[in-house]
Nanobody, 127 residues
């Protein structure tokens, strides 16, 4: 069992930065691929970024590539999403998720790969 708690969301002006954190409990965190997704009302939850269990592999949605950086600290059971050069279209609820299946060092993008989800944290970027 894994419990995920996101923090770090808030209101920021366009061009600003935020760092999201996701604190995990449970023994499976260190072997789980960890992803970030986001969702706006009326739209499907979309992939943002993922990091493999070891931290050696990462992947990003094209819309955030070059602006967002995902990282993890397995000693602290925490995954981070550093968001720079934020745009109004980045406004959404951001969710942390864990894929505890046998992914090895893969970095799954699809939601069905993830079996644990946090409650979400709101990010609002004003223009």
């Amino acid at each position: 069992q894994v419990q995920l708690i996101e923090s770090g969301g808030g209101l920021v002006q366009a061009g600003g930065s935020l760092r999201l954190s996701c604190a995990a409990s449970g023994r499976t965190f260190s072997r789980a691929a960890m992803g970030w997704f986001r969702q706006v009302p009326g739209k499907e939850r979309e992939f943002v970024s993922v990091i493999s269990w070891s931290g050696s592999n990462t992947d990003y949605a094209d819309s955030v590539k070059g602006r967002f950086t995902i990282s993890r600290d397995n000693a602290k059971n925490t995954v981070y999403l550093q968001m720079n050069s934020l745009k109004p279209e980045d406004t959404a609820v951001y969710y942390c998720a864990a894929a505890s299946g046998p992914w090895g060092n893969d970095t799954p993008r699809f939601r069905l790969a993830y079996d644990y989800w946090g409650q979400g944290t709101q990010v609002t970027v004003s223009s």
